[in-house]
T-cell receptor, first 112, second 114 residues
């Protein structure tokens, strides 16, 4: 079963704009990870944030985590057409044997 | 270094048949996990192997099975295929150690059951 929901389900923006995606989850976690998937291919790991961290940056990516609200957000700044993809959050639940539980994903379209 | 390699990329099978999918992890990665992706259910965990032992299994029927070899390569098998087994099957590998590492995924095997 899926851990939670992502919001919005689809997002369309112009090149150069920022894109924000939100993820909610249901249980206590060890960490939360974000992945990108292009057109039904494999997933690419973007960034991992641990449960004791609140914010993390990697290039044009910024991730926040609010464990009290069981939510996370992914911000992509200065988007490019090449950022067009599906984005998934995934959690590793506390005490679990390391499986990833995925959200439902956000389809991002960046228009040139 | 080479990424995670899944073979075959595409597969068409008939209901009732069985299928075996293969995954070669990144060299040095001893943990291999399998996921099923469908439009209706999204990404769901199948199982994880580490050092030839299944460590965790998702909520799938016994028709889904897997194994891992001493070189960390893994196979998953689906017997008595059903139409609903049509999906993208993804393999992911990870280095050993704690939970705070990302996974590297292969490009997947697209299985179509007709």
């Amino acid at each position: 079963s899926q851990q939670g929901e992502e919001d919005p389900q689809a997002l369309s923006i112009q090149e150069g704009e920022n894109a924000t995606m939100n993820c909610s989850y249901k249980t206590s976690i060890n960490n939360l990870q974000w992945y990108r998937q292009n057109s039904g291919r494999g997933l690419v790991h973007l960034i991992l944030i641990r449960s004791n961290e609140r914010e993390k940056h990697s290039g044009r990516l910024r991730v926040t985590l609010d464990t009290s609200k069981k939510s996370s957000s992914l911000l992509i700044t200065a988007s490019r057409a090449a950022d067009t993809a599906s984005y998934f959050c995934a959690t590793v639940t506390s005490g679990s044997a390391r499986q990833l539980t995925f959200g439902s994903g956000t389809q991002l379209t960046v228009l040139p | 270094k080479a990424g995670v390699t899944q073979t075959p990329r595409y597969l068409i099978k008939t209901r009732g048949q069985q299928v075996t999918l293969s995954c070669s992890p990144i060299s040095g990665h001893r943990s291999v996990s399998w996921y099923q992706q469908t439009p209706g259910q999204g990404l769901q965990f199948l199982f994880e192997y580490f050092s030839e032992t299944q460590r965790n299994k998702g909520n799938f029927p016994g028709r889904f099975s897997g194994r891992q070899f001493s070189n960390s390569r893994s196979e998953m098998n689906v017997s008595t295929l059903e139409l609903g087994d049509s999906a993208l099957y993804l393999c992911a590998s990870r280095t050993a150690g704690g939970v705070d590492y990302g996974y590297t995924f292969g490009s997947g095997t697209r299985l179509t059951v007709v």
